[in-house]
């Protein structure tokens, strides 16, 4: 009995033995064992972290793709509205100017109507020298013009010349003998030529 007592304590200190002298080697690789792990962690927080960069510059774009859709929709109501408007002034653009000749109209209708009753032509004329004195002022508020061609010298920018006239002496030569048919100009703009005749 005594010596199986004696050999369970010699393994119980050779087992302290060798717990209480653990090599320094052994140690060393169980840190490094350890260290890997740590590692890893790192590496997967930095993926971790990844994914979120990775739907934010999702988020970008699907945010870009919308405000194109919207500036590209709004782009295209702008180009359809520029159209109608534009082909509504080619249909109507002159529907100021035909407003205001239309009360000139009515006076013709009403001088047209009283000539039939009178067969003074004094009253005609009369008649037909108001008219047109109202048209030519509806006329210049529209913007439109007469171009002067009275003891005017010939200009190719205004007049177009449709008869020499010779011998008419020098202070005449170059100079707009007689208007066939007058000039117009809108807004300085010529718009038909006056038709003259030039002195040679």
Known sequence: MEE?????????VTTDEMAVETPADELSDTNSQEAPEASETSEGSEAAEAPSDLDQLKAEVESLKTQMLYK???FDNYRKRTLKERAE????GGEKTITALLPVIDD?????????????PQVLREGMTLIYQKLMKVLETQGVSKIETEDADFDTNLHEAIALVPGMGDDKKGKVIDC???GYKLND??????KVAVGQ
């Not at 199986?4 to 119980?12: L, M």
């Not at 013709?108 to 003074?120: L, Y």
């Open 72 to 74: 590209t929709a709004e």
């Open 180 to 182: 066939m048919a007058t």
């Open 4 to 12: 199986k007592n004696i050999n369970i304590e010699d393994e119980k």
């Open 189 to 194: 703009k010529v718009i038909r030529y006056a």
């Open 108 to 120: 013709m209708e009403r001088a047209i109507a009283n000539g039939e009753k009178t067969d003074d």
């Open 89 to 92: 002034l080619i249909l109507n």
